[in-house]
């Protein structure tokens, strides 16, 4: 799906020239080796030369994002800047965007950095998300509880992935308890909304207003940590899809961002879509991308802030992205990799992560197929391989 909005006026920022990455961990890995197919130099700043997107760039800076001496001399060698996680402080972009272009920006970064700011700004354009109020004691908690039926969702307002910084709350007695556990002086509380399943698009918009977006993927997760994606998917109609890209773009739109942005939703059983979280960049159920897709949404995080039109977003098959954390990674044997690797459609992409540990993402699978439900299956059945599960 493509629309037009507001012109912006750039450069083109055409192979040869030098992009520059904040943050060193699998989304710049990936980013850093789509750009170099492409042509372009990559240089990174945050992390060491031995991290996953270090591995693969041209230099490193192993600095503080608040070194601002350090960022200086980065932004000099660069045309432009992406960020490859929400965590990125403001002020670092801040001071970046008056030397050298910044993309997506800093606004979008600022919304998805704090939960209550992204709730409110979605819901300031029309965009329904869950219910939700700010709560800032022990004692607000417990007076806002009755309006969300003694339940919910307690969670921090920011650092909070995978899970983490959150905490489910079943009756009005668990709120002390729950307060307590966040160790915080501010939490959103949400919603516990009951859902059919949970999807995500992925979105690019680029210098001349035009907005690309993906087929939304279907997603499982398992622990809080995101374990499956599909797409296509029977689960989901024309209506669905259509509607998930214009909430795509309408986010883009009103943060007048240029780059990629996921959006995750939740499907209620009666096919209404709620916006859960946004993500100022490439996302994990994107990956299947690269592997199933003319144009990934590396290539199109690279076109877009290069000031280039975006690539063909076509999906040409069926496709599952499975996640390969540490606890699957344990007993894997150079012999259960060789039958992994034997299997016809499976992608092995692996982030170069050294230590292996219980619940990190150390890569993934993807499988291409005739379906996506014997994409699924496939993809489940190479995991197992490297488990040593029959």
């Known amino acids: 799906m493509v629309t037009n909005s507001n012109k912006h006026s750039v450069k ?5 020239a030098t992009l520059g990455m904040l943050g060193g961990g699998q989304l710049g890995r990936m980013f850093a080796i789509a750009a170099r197919r492409m042509g372009y130099r990559v240089l990174m700043f945050g992390d060491p030369s031995d991290s996953p997107a270090g591995q693969v760039c041209d230099r490193s800076w192993d600095a503080s994002f608040t070194d601002f001496e350090r960022l200086k001399e980065f932004a000099e ?3 432009v800047i992406s960020y490859e996680q929400e965590n990125i402080p403001v002020e670092t972009v801040e001071f970046l965007m008056p030397l050298v272009p910044v993309r997506p920006g800093v606004d979008l970064l600022k919304a998805s950095q704090h939960r209550i700011s992204e709730k409110t700004a979605l819901r300031s354009i029309g965009i329904p998300t869950a219910n939700f109020a700010p709560i800032r004691s022990e004692t607000e908690l417990a007076s806002v509880l009755p309006a969300f039926d003694g339940r919910g969702i307690l969670k921090t ?3 909070g992935y995978d899970g983490k910084g959150q905490v489910r709350i079943e009756c009005p007695d668990d709120a002390a308890e729950a307060w307590q556990t966040l160790k915080t002086d501010e939490a ?3 919603e516990e909304i009951r859902f059919s399943h949970e999807i995500s698009i992925v979105a690019a918009r680029f210098t001349n207003g035009d907005v690309t977006c993906f087929q939304p993927s279907v997603n499982q997760h398992v622990n809080h940590i995101l374990d499956v994606s599909v797409s296509p998917s029977e689960l989901l109609n024309e209506s669905t899809t259509k509607e998930a890209a214009e909430i795509a773009r309408a986010v883009l739109e009103h943060f007048d961002a240029v780059g ?4 995750e939703f939740f499907v209620t059983a009666e096919g209404r879509l709620l916006v859960n979280e946004i993500a100022p960049r490439p996302h994990n159920s994107g990956h299947l991308t690269i592997d199933a897709c003319c144009s990934c949404q590396f ?3 690279v076109r877009a802030i290069c000031g280039m039109p975006s690539g063909n977003v076509f999906q040409a098959q069926p496709a599952a992205m499975i996640n390969l954390l540490g606890d699957h990674l344990m007993t894997a044997t150079p012999d259960r990799w060789n039958s992994l690797l034997h299997r016809p459609g499976v992608h092995v992409h692996m982030y170069g992560k050294a230590e292996t540990r219980t619940g990190r ?6 499988v291409t197929a005739e379906s996506a439900q014997a994409a699924r299956e496939m993809a489940i059945s190479a995991r197992h391989v490297l488990m040593g599960i029959q």
């Open 12 to 16: 083109h920022i055409a192979p040869g």
């Open 188 to 190: 959103i509380l949400e």
């Open 157 to 159: 307002t920011r650092m």
């Open 260 to 263: 990629v942005l996921c959006v």
């Open 361 to 366: 993402k150390m890569g993934h699978l993807t």
């Open 299 to 301: 290539e199109q995080q």
């Open 77 to 79: 060698l660069v045309d």
